[in-house]
């Protein structure tokens, strides 16, 4: 068991040597999914690390399941009432009635649980008629929300459509409802700019270029990037990233929160994906002479009009 162990730390070592993942930050997005497109269909994975706080979604999630919460049994007024039936019977048992004491109380408890039934009956009956006074309104709000989503959907699709240059084909998915945040069309420039930072992300981690990985990537995508690289060095290995080729590409949405602007793009490619031994320079994962296909969301973010950096990472 021991050396099973053993053998079983040192292949995830070298089978994890780049951890990839789901990482980084996409706004008051962050922790909603993509929409599909033609190039990522099926769901994308969740972001499992960010530095954005995860705030007002476990509550509302926690609410309803609080509201349907029962009492107990034994517990509020019903459960008062059986206790003191209970008590009484067993004093009047213990005084010296015998079964006959017994039998009575049986009687009356009995009773009792008939007039109980009868109340609790007439409650639920109230409950039910005051529940069904305000549905009319809260189907009218669901339906205009809905048609909200369904204009803002198909906005969406007419914008990333227009998108025909090569290597980016028109998303299926529009953007996704957030609070605060509004849909932005991206030109050819806006475009252009991800298929290039597509290359230099990669190569800049290849090199372990940690100047060029700054210029390129926001200060949190700094912290896991580099966080990977010490740990490849840490272990004696060296990721090696090149040949990098754009195969497909389409924007699944794109927005703005207050002075920054967002677009998530999905993009499949094929590079050279090594992992080698510092020392000997001998392969430990990977295949230096076929090239591997990977398909990713890469989210981008621009302040202020200034360049585009990558910001998220998701995996599809």
Partial sequence: AGLFLAFSMVAMDHAEARRGGSFGSRGMRTFQSAP???????????VERSMTPNTGVNNAARQPQAGLQRPGFMSGFGGTMMRGLLLGGLFGLLLGQGFGGLAGMFGFLLQALLIGGAIMLAIRFFRSQS??????TLAGADNVQASRFENRSTAGQQTAGSFTIPGFGGGSGGGSPAAASEEITLAQTDLDAFQQLLTDVQEAFGREDHVALRRAVTP????????????????????????????QADIAESWREDERDYATAALRYESRDVTRERASGKIVAGDDGHP????????FVRENGSNWKLSAIQQA
């Avoid at 599909?36 to 969740?46: G, H």
């Avoid at 995508?221 to 754009?246: F, H, P």
């Avoid at 591997?292 to 989210?299: K, P």
Wanted: aromatic share 4%; no cysteine; charged share 25%.
């Fill in 131 to 136: 529940a069904r006074g305000p549905a009319p």
């Fill in 36 to 46: 599909p497109t033609r190039t990522a269909p099926a769901p994308t994975a969740p």
């Fill in 220 to 247: 949190e995508m700094v912290s896991y990037l580099s966080e990977e690289l010490a740990d490849n060095a840490q272990k004696g290995l060296r990721n090696e990233v090149t040949d990098i080729t754009l195969l």
């Fill in 292 to 299: 591997t296909e990977t398909t990713e969301l890469w989210t």
